[in-house]
């Protein structure tokens, strides 16, 4: 595998600077680019300075067009700056790893239809541990049916903006995968009032939010005699860079296509 090029969107943000520092510690990739929004404060600072490593000689830029070329571009922002980043990555031909969540069907849509000659990995987590689990729970579904009632249990920081996570999505449609049914069709995202006892075969999300907790996801069958849970703590972030960086370097030896982390991890 030869050295990937890399250009790191929202590079001040809390997971960019996580994404510059995990590409500085790869022995296979280097940062060439890295931008921040129109506005930032951050915007003319040192990449590396601002991930807390050595200085790279990489300065923020505010318009992406303005980084030299490179072979992949990650990018862990927002909808609608991933929607813009995705426009690029075609023009120029390159590769993306994209981590953002919480776009909407429509949003994905799009990326899908411009993205759809590139390599692109595209996942909810990023983590290893998270994609093993994704494994273990659609083989735990396959096994234990509608007999074992379903849930998943989310807890993040307080300033997530997206609920339930992209990654407790994720959990809800190994389930529904190992099920053999659609999750849209059997998902309970919130519970209020008189909501009538629970129907078999749905699958109810819990969403807790506060502090710093980094990402916490929980998977439980549960039936009356025995509750198996699968469950996966991130305790720091970083997790989630080093897979990302790990995604940009298998994508190198990729055609054009649509991969998740169980691709890169041999797990499909
Ligand atoms: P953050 O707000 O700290 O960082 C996002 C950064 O993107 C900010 O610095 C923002 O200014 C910048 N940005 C916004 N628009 C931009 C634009 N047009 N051009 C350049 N930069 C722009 O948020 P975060 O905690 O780092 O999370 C970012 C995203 O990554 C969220 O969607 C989050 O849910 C997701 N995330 C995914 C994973 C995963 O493994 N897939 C893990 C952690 C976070």
């Known amino acids: 595998m030869s050295d990937s090029r890399v250009i790191v969107v929202g590079a ?5 600077r996580m994404l510059v520092r995990a590409i500085t510690e790869s022995a296979n990739a280097n940062v060439v680019g890295a931008t921040e929004r129109p506005g930032s404060e951050f915007v003319g600072r040192d990449a590396g300075e601002l991930a807390g490593v050595e200085t790279l000689g990489v300065r923020l830029v505010d318009d992406v067009h303005a980084c030299p070329e490179a ?4 990018d862990f922002t927002a909808p609608v700056a991933t929607l813009n980043h995705a426009i690029f990555v075609a023009e120029r031909g390159m ?3 994209i981590g953002t969540t919480g776009c909407d069907d429509e949003q994905m849509q799009q990326l899908r239809n411009t993205l759809s000659d590139s390599p692109v990995v595209m996942a909810a987590n990023y983590s290893v541990g998270v994609n093993l689990a994704l494994s273990l729970i659609e083989r735990a579904a396959q096994v234990l049916g509608n007999d074992y009632d379903a849930e998943i249990f989310e ?6 903006v997206d609920a339930p996570s992209g990654t407790a999505l994720a959990m809800g449609k190994s389930l529904a995968a190992g099920r053999g049914v659609e999750l849209d069709a059997v ?3 919130s519970r209020q009032g008189m909501t009538g006892a629970r129907k078999a075969g749905d699958i109810g999300f819990s969403v807790v939010r506060g502090g710093n907790i980094v990402g916490e996801h929980k998977a439980m069958f549960i039936a009356d005699e025995e509750r198996i849970e699968i469950n996966h ?3 720091d972030r970083m997790v989630f860079a080093r897979g990302a960086v790990r995604a940009a370097g298998w994508l190198s030896d990729q055609s054009g296509g649509w991969y998740d982390m169980q691709d890169v991890l041999g797990l499909n």
């Open 155 to 160: 807890a993040h920081h307080k300033h997530k």
């Open 12 to 16: 001040s943000g809390r997971m960019g």
């Open 71 to 74: 072979d992949v571009l990650i």
């Open 233 to 235: 703590i991130a305790s």
């Open 187 to 189: 998902s309970v995202l």
């Open 95 to 97: 590769a993306m790893v």
